[in-house]
């Protein structure tokens, strides 16, 4: 674990205090770790269940099949 000594502005530090308080958190460290794990979501938002399910169903219809030639290829269009 790391440790940071930091100086944080008197307004920003009310702010902190007020989460601090309406999350109960015990000191300002956690308050601060869990504004960082509030941010880090929105930084990396997960997968749509919808995009999930359209993967999918690329996957079953072989889209992104690869050939190891255009004889290969041929034969694979024709066949549809």
């Known amino acids: 674990m790391t440790t940071a000594t930091i100086s944080i ?10 989460i601090k308080a309406k999350y ?6 956690q308050t601060i770790i869990f504004l960082l794990k509030e941010y880090e979501k929105q930084l990396e938002p997960e997968i749509r269940p919808e995009y999930l399910e359209k993967l999918k169903k ?20 024709e066949k549809k």
Do not use: Q, V
């Not at 502005?9 to 007020?18: F, K, T």
């Not at 109960?24 to 460290?29: D, P, T």
């Not at 996957?59 to 099949?65: R, W």
């Open 24 to 29: 109960g958190f015990k000191n300002k460290e």
């Open 58 to 77: 690329i996957e079953k219809k072989g889209y992104g099949k690869t050939f190891s030639s255009i004889e290969e290829l041929r034969k694979s269009i």
């Open 9 to 18: 502005p008197e307004h920003e530090d009310r702010i902190l205090n007020i």
